[in-house]
């Protein structure tokens, strides 16, 4: 299943792939290419530390990469790398900056990226068989578009899909991107007044426009 490139270390149950990743960095036990992998997770967070629900049967794995330094436009690709692997199977995504995948406009999959030391950190959850049922946005599982797709096909996908997006240039990462974002060219929130997405810079930072003014955009700044 796992690229030979790589090395992997499954869980039955752990409290978080991502802290455990962190914990082996901060150890001094990380090296290059590894891959965390739970079917459970009894701590599982995404960002600004908010419940990731981790029932059996999903997807739940870090991806650790030694690096020089880090690269604010990584969550692009790493977006890009799980969008191709459910077009492979058939299921059309978009991506809603800055880290959710939708399918139909539901959270099928989300991703945190996080710094320490020389490696980053690549969380990333992918509802498979089932799927929260959340207050704050709907949700939805692959389960509902391709039945038959089991955890480990998804996960040897997104293995290949990391290795071609995470050392591509920028220029096509931010095509690719502008192909699959949701809410391109309509009209977004930002900062309490209404913005037209129009894509991306060779910056990384989103493209707005409210009335004749042009807006450059970072992060957490916006919500689509």
Not at 188 to 208: K, P, Q
Request: proline content about 3%; glycine content about 6%; some cysteine.
């Amino acid at each position: 299943m796992v690229n030979i490139n790589y090395k992997l270390l499954s869980f039955d149950k752990i409290p978080s792939t991502q802290t455990y990743a962190q914990n082996l960095v901060r150890g001094g036990n990380a090296t290059d290419r590894t891959i965390i992998l739970a079917d459970t997770q009894t701590k599982g967070h995404g960002r600004y530390r908010r419940t990731w629900v981790s029932k059996l049967g999903n997807l739940y794995v870090s991806f650790i990469y030694k690096i020089e330094q880090r690269d604010p436009k990584l969550s692009y690709s790493v977006a890009i790398a799980i969008a191709e692997t459910l077009i492979s199977f058939g299921i059309i995504p978009t991506i809603k900056w800055p880290n959710d995948i939708l399918i139909d406009g539901k959270k099928i999959s989300g991703i945190l990226i996080e710094y320490a030391k020389d490696f980053v950190i690549i969380g990333i959850g992918i509802n498979i068989k089932s799927n929260p049922v959340l207050r704050s946005y709907k949700t939805t599982k692959v389960a509902d578009y391709a039945p038959n797709v089991s955890r480990d096909e998804l996960l040897s996908v997104l293995i290949k899909q990391m290795d071609i997006w995470t050392i591509c240039n920028f220029k096509p990462v931010k095509k690719r991107w502008m192909e699959l974002a949701a809410n391109l060219n309509k009209t977004i929130n930002y900062h309490g007044r209404d913005a037209i997405l129009c894509g991306l810079n060779d910056d990384g930072a989103l493209v707005l426009r409210s009335g004749r003014e042009y807006i450059m955009a970072y992060g957490d700044e916006i919500s689509v």
